[in-house]
Protein backbone atom coordinates (compact mmCIF):
# COMPACT_ATOMS: atom_id res chain seq x y z
CA UNK A 1 0.00 0.00 0.00
CA UNK A 2 1.42 3.44 -1.12
CA UNK A 3 0.68 6.68 0.26
CA UNK A 4 -2.02 8.48 -1.54
CA UNK A 5 -0.51 11.57 -3.95
CA UNK A 6 -0.51 14.89 -2.53
CA UNK A 7 -3.87 16.94 -4.03
CA UNK A 8 -3.55 20.19 -5.55
CA UNK A 9 -5.02 21.29 -2.28
CA UNK A 10 -2.20 20.06 -0.35
CA UNK A 11 0.37 21.37 -2.81
CA UNK A 12 -1.52 24.67 -2.06
CA UNK A 13 -1.68 24.46 1.65
CA UNK A 14 2.63 23.41 1.48
CA UNK A 15 3.37 26.26 -0.51
CA UNK A 16 1.72 28.91 1.33
CA UNK A 17 3.61 27.19 5.10
CA UNK A 18 6.67 27.30 2.99
CA UNK A 19 6.04 31.10 2.42
CA UNK A 20 5.32 31.52 6.04
CA UNK A 21 8.36 29.97 7.02
CA UNK A 22 10.49 31.68 4.35
CA UNK A 23 9.44 35.16 5.78
CA UNK A 24 9.76 33.82 9.49
CA UNK A 25 13.40 33.10 8.44
CA UNK A 26 13.41 35.97 7.19
CA UNK A 27 13.10 37.83 10.61
CA UNK A 28 15.27 35.12 12.08
CA UNK A 29 18.09 37.19 10.57
CA UNK A 30 16.86 40.48 11.09
CA UNK A 31 15.40 40.32 14.40
CA UNK A 32 16.24 37.10 16.28
CA UNK A 33 14.20 34.05 17.57
CA UNK A 34 12.73 35.55 20.99
CA UNK A 35 11.57 38.64 18.46
CA UNK A 36 9.65 36.25 16.62
CA UNK A 37 5.77 37.35 15.79
CA UNK A 38 2.99 35.72 14.06
CA UNK A 39 1.27 38.90 13.30
CA UNK A 40 4.18 40.11 11.52
CA UNK A 41 5.02 37.32 9.81
CA UNK A 42 1.15 37.52 8.45
CA UNK A 43 2.29 41.00 7.24
CA UNK A 44 5.07 40.14 5.00
CA UNK A 45 3.37 37.71 3.32
CA UNK A 46 0.32 39.41 2.68
CA UNK A 47 -2.09 37.76 5.29
CA UNK A 48 -4.23 38.76 7.61
CA UNK A 49 -2.68 37.39 11.17
CA UNK A 50 -6.43 34.92 11.68
CA UNK A 51 -5.87 33.24 7.77
CA UNK A 52 -2.02 32.44 9.20
CA UNK A 53 -3.26 30.77 12.22
CA UNK A 54 -5.07 27.98 10.11
CA UNK A 55 -1.46 26.79 9.35
CA UNK A 56 0.03 27.54 12.89
CA UNK A 57 -1.77 27.85 15.29
CA UNK A 58 0.42 29.73 17.59
CA UNK A 59 4.05 31.39 17.58
CA UNK A 60 5.39 27.61 18.88
CA UNK A 61 4.41 25.82 16.36
CA UNK A 62 5.84 27.96 14.00
CA UNK A 63 9.85 28.05 16.09
CA UNK A 64 8.92 23.61 15.98
CA UNK A 65 8.36 24.15 12.37
CA UNK A 66 11.44 26.50 11.48
CA UNK A 67 13.73 23.97 13.68
CA UNK A 68 12.86 20.69 12.32
CA UNK A 69 13.44 22.48 8.99
CA UNK A 70 16.51 23.95 10.13
CA UNK A 71 17.76 21.01 11.60
CA UNK A 72 16.99 18.93 8.74
CA UNK A 73 18.36 21.56 6.17
CA UNK A 74 22.04 21.07 8.25
CA UNK A 75 21.86 18.31 9.19
CA UNK A 76 21.43 17.04 4.83
CA UNK A 77 23.94 19.63 4.43
CA UNK A 78 26.76 17.79 6.56
CA UNK A 79 25.65 14.34 5.48
CA UNK A 80 26.22 15.35 1.70
CA UNK A 81 30.01 16.59 2.85
CA UNK A 82 30.51 13.07 4.23
CA UNK A 83 28.95 10.90 1.71
CA UNK A 84 31.49 12.74 -0.99
CA UNK A 85 34.62 11.10 1.06
CA UNK A 86 35.73 7.50 0.80
CA UNK A 87 34.58 6.04 3.90
CA UNK A 88 37.95 5.04 4.91
CA UNK A 89 38.76 8.81 4.56
CA UNK A 90 38.33 9.80 7.53
CA UNK A 91 40.28 12.55 7.75
CA UNK A 92 38.93 14.17 4.56
CA UNK A 93 35.10 13.65 5.83
CA UNK A 94 36.01 15.43 8.97
CA UNK A 95 37.04 18.49 7.38
CA UNK A 96 34.60 18.43 4.77
CA UNK A 97 31.69 17.66 7.38
CA UNK A 98 33.20 20.42 9.96
CA UNK A 99 33.54 22.87 7.19
CA UNK A 100 29.49 22.09 6.08
CA UNK A 101 28.87 23.01 9.52
CA UNK A 102 30.20 26.73 9.04
CA UNK A 103 29.11 26.97 5.71
CA UNK A 104 25.61 26.54 6.45
CA UNK A 105 25.55 28.62 9.49
CA UNK A 106 27.48 31.28 7.92
CA UNK A 107 25.01 31.12 5.34
CA UNK A 108 21.45 31.00 7.79
CA UNK A 109 22.72 32.93 10.70
CA UNK A 110 19.31 33.45 11.91
CA UNK A 111 18.72 30.11 11.91
CA UNK A 112 21.69 29.50 13.76
CA UNK A 113 20.66 31.26 16.18
CA UNK A 114 17.40 29.84 16.74
CA UNK A 115 19.28 26.41 16.72
CA UNK A 116 21.75 26.95 18.93
CA UNK A 117 21.77 30.90 20.23
CA UNK A 118 19.92 31.74 23.46
CA UNK A 119 16.79 29.90 24.53
CA UNK A 120 13.58 30.84 23.08
CA UNK A 121 11.65 32.86 26.92
CA UNK A 122 8.47 30.33 26.75
CA UNK A 123 9.59 28.14 24.64
CA UNK A 124 10.38 24.23 24.84
CA UNK A 125 11.47 22.31 22.12
CA UNK A 126 8.73 19.39 21.53
CA UNK A 127 10.02 15.77 21.24
CA UNK A 128 9.65 15.90 17.21
CA UNK A 129 12.75 18.10 17.18
CA UNK A 130 14.93 15.89 18.90
CA UNK A 131 16.05 13.41 15.70
CA UNK A 132 16.32 15.97 12.86
CA UNK A 133 18.71 17.86 15.84
CA UNK A 134 20.79 14.70 16.28
CA UNK A 135 21.86 14.92 12.31
CA UNK A 136 24.77 17.08 12.32
CA UNK A 137 26.23 15.71 15.49
CA UNK A 138 25.89 11.66 14.84
CA UNK A 139 27.37 12.47 11.41
CA UNK A 140 30.61 13.62 13.33
CA UNK A 141 30.33 10.53 15.63
CA UNK A 142 30.49 7.98 12.77
CA UNK A 143 33.35 9.67 11.53
CA UNK A 144 34.85 9.78 14.46
CA UNK A 145 33.90 5.91 14.99
CA UNK A 146 35.15 4.48 11.70
CA UNK A 147 38.61 6.38 12.96
CA UNK A 148 38.55 4.66 16.06
CA UNK A 149 37.64 1.38 14.68
CA UNK A 150 39.92 -1.97 15.34
CA UNK A 151 42.15 0.51 17.50
CA UNK A 152 42.56 0.87 20.98
CA UNK A 153 41.72 4.57 22.53
CA UNK A 154 44.03 7.03 22.14
CA UNK A 155 46.20 7.74 24.80
CA UNK A 156 47.77 10.76 23.53
CA UNK A 157 47.27 12.92 20.88
CA UNK A 158 48.18 13.01 17.88
CA UNK A 159 51.02 15.35 16.74
CA UNK A 160 49.05 17.90 14.23
CA UNK A 161 51.00 18.91 11.09
CA UNK A 162 53.86 21.48 11.96
CA UNK A 163 51.57 24.68 10.67
CA UNK A 164 51.97 27.51 12.99
CA UNK A 165 48.92 28.79 13.56
CA UNK A 166 51.04 32.32 12.96
CA UNK A 167 49.06 35.78 13.02
CA UNK A 168 45.54 34.08 13.43
CA UNK A 169 45.46 34.54 17.16
CA UNK A 170 47.96 37.46 17.79
CA UNK A 171 44.88 38.95 18.85
CA UNK A 172 44.93 37.06 21.88
CA UNK A 173 48.09 36.97 22.55
CA UNK A 174 48.19 40.28 22.40
CA UNK A 175 45.37 40.53 25.06
CA UNK A 176 46.62 38.04 27.44
CA UNK A 177 50.05 40.15 27.49
CA UNK A 178 48.04 43.51 28.03
CA UNK A 179 46.22 42.02 30.98
CA UNK A 180 49.81 40.79 32.69
CA UNK A 181 49.36 37.11 32.39
CA UNK A 182 52.24 36.06 30.95
CA UNK A 183 55.06 37.59 28.31
CA UNK A 184 55.50 34.56 26.66
CA UNK A 185 52.28 33.29 25.54
CA UNK A 186 52.85 30.15 23.03
CA UNK A 187 50.81 30.45 19.94
CA UNK A 188 49.63 26.45 19.95
CA UNK A 189 49.01 26.69 23.93
CA UNK A 190 46.50 29.76 23.02
CA UNK A 191 45.25 28.04 20.27
CA UNK A 192 44.61 25.10 22.05
CA UNK A 193 43.05 26.72 24.50
CA UNK A 194 40.57 28.35 22.10
CA UNK A 195 39.50 25.28 20.53
CA UNK A 196 39.08 23.84 24.33
CA UNK A 197 36.88 26.82 24.85
CA UNK A 198 34.74 26.82 21.57
CA UNK A 199 34.78 23.22 19.53
CA UNK A 200 32.96 23.44 16.01
CA UNK A 201 29.65 24.96 17.21
CA UNK A 202 31.12 27.23 19.74
CA UNK A 203 33.98 28.37 16.78
CA UNK A 204 30.48 29.01 14.51
CA UNK A 205 29.12 31.04 17.15
CA UNK A 206 31.87 32.80 18.21
CA UNK A 207 32.45 33.91 14.61
CA UNK A 208 28.85 34.51 13.49
CA UNK A 209 28.24 36.75 16.98
CA UNK A 210 31.34 38.62 16.42
CA UNK A 211 33.32 37.79 19.72
CA UNK A 212 36.19 37.05 17.60
CA UNK A 213 36.39 40.85 16.84
CA UNK A 214 40.08 41.77 17.40
CA UNK A 215 41.41 38.17 18.35
CA UNK A 216 41.49 36.12 14.87
CA UNK A 217 41.98 37.94 11.38
CA UNK A 218 40.80 35.32 8.96
CA UNK A 219 38.06 32.70 10.22
CA UNK A 220 38.26 30.52 7.93
CA UNK A 221 41.66 29.83 7.98
CA UNK A 222 41.36 29.81 12.07
CA UNK A 223 38.25 26.69 11.57
CA UNK A 224 40.16 24.63 9.48
CA UNK A 225 42.99 25.24 12.28
CA UNK A 226 40.81 24.23 15.00
CA UNK A 227 39.01 21.37 13.13
CA UNK A 228 42.44 20.09 11.99
CA UNK A 229 43.47 20.17 16.00
CA UNK A 230 40.38 18.57 17.31
CA UNK A 231 41.13 16.03 15.06
CA UNK A 232 44.36 15.30 16.65
CA UNK A 233 43.48 15.49 19.94
CA UNK A 234 40.49 12.56 19.03
CA UNK A 235 43.55 10.74 17.32
CA UNK A 236 43.64 10.62 14.00
CA UNK A 237 44.55 12.97 11.60
CA UNK A 238 42.45 15.82 9.58
CA UNK A 239 42.88 16.19 5.98
CA UNK A 240 45.55 19.02 5.76
CA UNK A 241 42.83 22.33 4.34
CA UNK A 242 44.19 23.66 1.37
CA UNK A 243 44.13 27.42 2.68
CA UNK A 244 46.75 28.73 0.50
CA UNK A 245 50.75 28.42 -0.25
CA UNK A 246 52.00 30.24 2.24
CA UNK A 247 50.86 27.13 5.09
Do not use: K
Not at 58 to 70: E, G, M, P, Y
Not at 104 to 117: C, E, I, M, T
Not at 141 to 147: E, F, H, Q, Y
Not at 169 to 178: F, K, L, N, P, T
Amino acid sequence: MTDRAPTARDLARETIRARITDAARARLTDEGPAQLSLRAVARDVGMVSSALYRYFPSRDDLLTALLVQDYDELGAAVEAADAAHDRADVGARWVAACRAIRTWSLAHPGDFALLYGSPVPGYAAPQETIEPATRATLVLVRIVMDAMDGRDAPTSAVVPSPRAPGSVVDGAIDYIRSRGITRDAPVEAVMRTLMAWTAVFGTVSFELFGHYVGSVTDHERYFDLVVERLAADIGFAAARPQIGAAD
